[in-house]
């Protein structure tokens, strides 16, 4: 079985600033693989950034950089030069890889100008 | 290149009626899976199908089941609506099992 949790319920972050969304997890699993989803509000769920439970490697997107820590079970998000456009819920998930994915319940970001 | 397509967006029925969503995946893609999603219980995993077979099942009554086409389309029904049936059913496609998950936009299903 696997658990993922979001401790932040909401974040908010003033324009141009970095943030850091916390996500941990639990799993059986020897290979899986973490996501980081955005919803904003047209509820259409976007894939911000995917990691490789294998690589050491942090995955990063433009923007968009993860610190994953295996031993630790922990998987944050950070976003560097916040824009109003990153306001939404983000979603920390785990899966054996797209499918059957397991959500954690969502921080709600949200960008001040 | 389409993206993932749900139909409809929304949808009211009536309690006891029964219900079918639809989702046509990316092209190419064979991996469908389906997620409901509600402001208690967050995002839960419906079932996930690969090549017409149906490759796990979340912890959701009998009353949901789903189907997938020799195309990939996918259908998921509901029987007997409750009104804790209301939610956001999400749908997503992969290339394979362990690609990315690319989201539809959802139904929107209310019961009353």
């Known amino acids: 079985a696997q658990t993922v949790t979001q401790s932040q319920p909401e974040m908010s972050v003033q324009e141009a600033e970095t943030v850091t969304l916390s996500c941990t997890y639990d799993?059986?699993?020897?290979?899986?693989?973490l996501f980081w989803y955005k919803q904003p509000p047209s509820r259409q769920m976007i894939l911000v950034i995917r990691?490789?439970?294998?690589?050491?490697q942090n995955a990063t997107e433009n923007r968009f950089s993860v610190n994953f820590q295996k031993a630790a079970k922990s998987f944050s998000l950070k976003i560097s030069d916040s824009q109003l456009g990153d306001a939404a819920m983000y979603f920390c998930?785990?899966?054996?890889?797209?499918?059957?994915?397991?959500f954690g319940e969502g921080t709600q970001l949200t960008v001040n100008p | 290149k389409a993206g993932v397509t749900q139909t409809p967006r929304y949808l009211i029925k009536t309690r006891g009626q029964q219900v079918t969503l639809s989702c046509s995946p990316i092209s190419g893609h064979r991996s469908v899976s389906w997620y409901q999603q509600t402001p208690g219980q967050g995002l839960q995993f419906l079932f996930e199908?690969?090549?017409?077979?149906?490759?796990n099942k979340g912890n959701f009554p009998g009353r949901f089941s789903g189907r997938q086409f020799s195309n990939s389309r996918s259908e998921m029904n509901v029987s007997t609506l409750e009104l804790g049936d209301s939610a956001l059913y999400l749908c997503a496609s992969s290339l394979s099992r362990d690609a990315e998950a690319f989201f539809g936009q959802g139904t929107r299903l209310t019961v009353v």
């Open positions: 199908y690969f090549s017409e077979t149906q490759r």
């Open positions: 799993t059986s699993e020897s290979d899986y693989y």
């Open positions: 998930a785990s899966g054996e890889g797209g499918s059957r994915l397991t």
């Open positions: 990691q490789e439970a294998y690589k050491q």
